[in-house]
């Protein structure tokens, strides 16, 4: 069973950054995708960024621009780094490694 733990959220006011980590149990080279989606209540599940063993990364049209995926030096670990941030970002945020996914970490943006 592979397992995905994220952390680094928190609160922010508009237009600070924060960085999220997420770890997996295994290696990223045994994962042909890891990296971020969001859920805000009442909204749908939304994709933020994406990253390949490749290193081909992908980002959702909302956060373009502000957001950068990235791997560590551990291939088991993703970082999203979230700059210029807007209330509109508030959400649960989830890692996931191909299909498996961690609890999420909640990410709050206000003044």
């Known amino acids: 069973q592979v397992q995905v733990v994220e952390s680094g959220g928190g609160l922010v006011q508009p237009g600070g950054s924060l960085r999220l980590s997420c770890v997996a149990s295994?290696?990223?080279?045994?994962?042909?995708?890891m990296g971020w989606y969001r859920q805000a209540p009442g909204k749908q599940q939304e994709l933020i960024a994406r990253i390949t063993a490749a290193d081909a990364t992908e980002y959702g049209d909302s956060v373009a621009g502000r957001f950068t995926i990235s791997r560590g030096t551990a291939k088991n670990t993703v970082y999203l780094q979230m700059n210029n941030l807007k209330p509109e970002d508030t959400a649960v945020y989830f890692c996931?490694?191909?299909?498996?996914r961690g609890q999420g970490t909640q990410v709050t943006v206000s003044s």
């Open positions: 996931f490694a191909n299909s498996f």
């Open positions: 295994q290696t990223i080279t045994s994962f042909a995708n």
